[in-house]
């Protein structure tokens, strides 16, 4: 479940399809794990105003982010 930071960028993450967030939660990029889940998430906008997962991989806890464009 994301925590809400930043209300525009839920609004954002919310218009995506349901099974396109289940695929990028999915496979979030961790230096340690390789492919991974994302777990306790916030939603946030880079300055780009593109959608941005902060939160920490489900296998080892280790700090990951995923940006959706």
Do not use: H
């Not at 960028?9 to 349901?18: C, D, G, L, Q, T």
């Amino acid at each position: 479940m994301a925590r809400i930071i930043n209300m525009e960028a839920m609004k954002k993450w919310n218009a995506f399809p349901k099974e396109f967030q289940q695929r990028v939660i999915d496979s979030v990029f961790c230096s340690k794990c390789f492919v991974t889940t994302i777990v306790d998430y916030e939603v946030q906008l880079t300055e780009d105003r593109y959608v941005i997962l902060k939160g920490k991989c489900k296998t080892c806890g280790k700090a990951v982010a995923r940006v959706v464009d």
